[in-house]
């Protein structure tokens, strides 16, 4: 595959972040209201799609949890297949409550999108970190999930792909988070050269970030890797947006999707190719 720039995804793809993120999202719904989604659900909602903020996702699992208390009998399954009929997204699942045989305003009443964000990332940061980056003591004192993400990445490909390729990272990350994590794999990155949650208002699958992240890395053939259907999409969606350069959605199985399921579910979103780590993008592209 021929490529003369490479922008990569962090989670799932740099990191593994299954105890760390997802866990923090499962947690915090459970903190908050004292039940809450599964990993698998997690994954439905990012299948769903416009879930590139971890934020987002858990208002929209938490929204679940309490239309489920107000009597919706339907599963998470069908809540974000809803979601994706309806375009994806937290204002989608909105919709689908609002839509749904309960009583939305009692939903919505009960719903506490700023206490579940800073239950999130009271869990995801821990204490210090928390103060350091929110600039406020967190609600609970604890050690931080952020600890506890693998690398994914070896140093020999990161030495591989900025020696052959330009580099670009395309996150879903607050800035200072998405710092921490390139520090921790040694990827070091002219600012310009990173989209980060800081960066971009519209999120994956919006193809800006991407198409910007081209002009920067002066490339005309751009694969980017990432673990979710939404960064493939982000992909064929700057494909057709800029026709004149090529672009390669590389969907990489280190994250939610994993297996033969995951390698379909990529393929029919539109992937140009489907690896089972990181670690085999030098070898891919030429």
């Known amino acids: 595959m021929n490529a003369d720039a490479v922008v990569l995804d962090i989670d799932g793809v740099l990191v593994d972040v299954a105890d760390s993120y997802r866990r923090a999202i499962v947690e915090s ?18 299948n769903a799609g416009g879930f590139n903020n971890d934020w987002e996702l858990t208002y ?8 489920r208390d107000a009597g919706y009998d339907a599963d998470v399954t069908a809540f974000t297949d809803a979601i994706a009929e309806t375009g994806g997204g937290l204002d989608a699942a909105e919709a689908v409550v609002r839509d749904a045989p309960v009583d939305a305003a009692a939903v ?13 990332q009271a869990l995801y940061l821990g204490a210090d970190l928390y103060r350091d980056l929110e600039g406020g003591d967190p609600p609970f004192e604890t050690r931080g999930y952020i600890a506890d993400e693998p690398v994914l990445v070896d140093e020999s490909t990161i030495t ?32 310009a050269h990173r989209f980060t949650m800081d960066d971009w208002a519209e999120g994956k699958p919006h193809p800006r970030a991407l198409l910007t992240l081209a002009d920067r890395l002066d490339a005309t053939r751009v694969a980017f890797a990432g673990d979710t259907l ?11 947006a800029d ?9 990489v199985l280190t994250g939610g999707l994993t297996g033969t399921d995951g390698r ?10 489907v690896v089972e780590t990181v670690n085999d993008l030098p070898g891919l592209l030429s």
């Open 264 to 273: 379909r579910a990529f393929e029919d979103a539109g992937a140009t190719a």
């Open 60 to 67: 929209a699992a938490a929204l679940f949890v309490l239309a």
């Open 108 to 120: 919505f009443d009960r719903w506490a999108p700023a206490r579940l964000r800073e239950t999130f």
């Open 29 to 46: 719904v459970d903190r908050v209201y004292g039940r809450t989604v599964d990993d698998a659900a997690v994954q439905a909602f990012k």
């Open 160 to 191: 591989a792909l900025t020696e052959r390729f330009a580099v670009g990272v395309l996150t879903g990350r607050p800035a200072a988070e998405a710092a921490l994590a390139l520090s921790r794999v040694g990827l070091s990155l002219p600012d």
């Open 243 to 251: 026709p004149e350069r090529t672009y390669h959605g590389i969907g």
């Open 230 to 240: 939404d960064d493939v999409r982000t992909a064929v969606n700057a494909a057709e």
